[in-house]
């Protein structure tokens, strides 16, 4: 079965680096989402992208914070200057467009910590 | 107010019990319902998803959606050790690209 995958799984950075995030997404999936989950806390949304360009985007997707498909197949998320409180674990998803009930498909999320 | 609301539990029951699992949400818009299980340290696995009043079966688990109300259930029978989990209840707007998550219900099913 298709799915999504990320990597890192892991990646540790010091405050004020910069960090790239990397997913590819199920291959005829044509929406593509960036979520968050700090520790014990709930999958919180970040960014819908479509067609080459955002969809949809958080409060929490301030300037700090880019997506890119560089290619054909990976889909990106840039932090530029890392905080503390950016530490969380990150998911990818996708999903089919078209319809709305299409579930999303997570991928098994790269763990940022930053110190 | 909250999106989506679930109880944090956690919920236990026995093996071979029934677990039932609660959400409600807040926009009359919504239209699509999944019930997404997630293991600690682990990415939300879809479990169910349901877009009419009623209930839908697969296997040992039920949902069930309650659009007037603005409620969706989860029923799980002959509840299993591996069944333990956090339960996240999501719901997607009628623009259909931003999925809402709840916080999820800690689910411990004791052998």
């Known amino acids: 079965e298709p799915e999504v995958t990320q990597t890192p799984s892991h990646q540790v950075t010091q405050m004020g680096q910069e960090v790239i995030l990397r997913c590819v997404p199920i291959?005829?999936?044509?929406?593509f989402y960036w979520y968050r989950q700090i520790l014990g806390q709930k999958v919180e949304f970040l960014v819908s992208?479509?067609?080459?360009?955002?969809?949809?985007k958080s409060e929490i997707f301030d300037d700090q914070f880019s997506v890119e498909r560089p290619d054909g197949s990976n889909f990106t998320l840039k932090i530029r200057s890392t905080k503390l409180e950016d530490s969380a674990m990150y998911f990818c998803?996708?999903?089919?467009?078209?319809?709305?009930?299409?579930?999303?498909?997570f991928g098994n999320g790269t763990r940022l910590t930053v110190t | 107010q909250k999106e989506v609301e679930q109880n944090s539990g956690p919920l236990s029951v026995p093996e071979g019990a029934i677990a039932s699992l609660n959400c409600t949400y807040s926009?009359?818009?919504?239209?699509?319902f999944f019930w997404y299980r997630q293991y600690s340290g682990k990415s939300p696995e879809l479990i169910m998803s349901?877009?009419?009043?009623g209930d839908k079966e697969d296997g040992r688990f039920t949902a069930q959606l309650n659009k007037a109300s603005q409620y969706v259930s989860l029923l799980i029978r002959d509840s299993q050790p591996s069944d333990s989990a956090t339960y996240l209840c999501?719901?997607?707007?009628?623009?259909?690209?931003?999925?809402?998550f709840g916080s999820g219900t800690k689910l411990n099913v004791k052998p």
């Open positions: 998803a996708s999903n089919r467009a078209g319809t709305a009930n299409s579930p999303l498909h």
């Open positions: 291959s005829n999936h044509l929406y």
């Open positions: 992208f479509y067609n080459n360009e955002i969809s949809e």
């Open positions: 926009d009359r818009v919504s239209q699509s």
């Open positions: 349901i877009y009419s009043n």
């Open positions: 999501a719901v997607n707007r009628i623009n259909f690209n931003k999925f809402y």
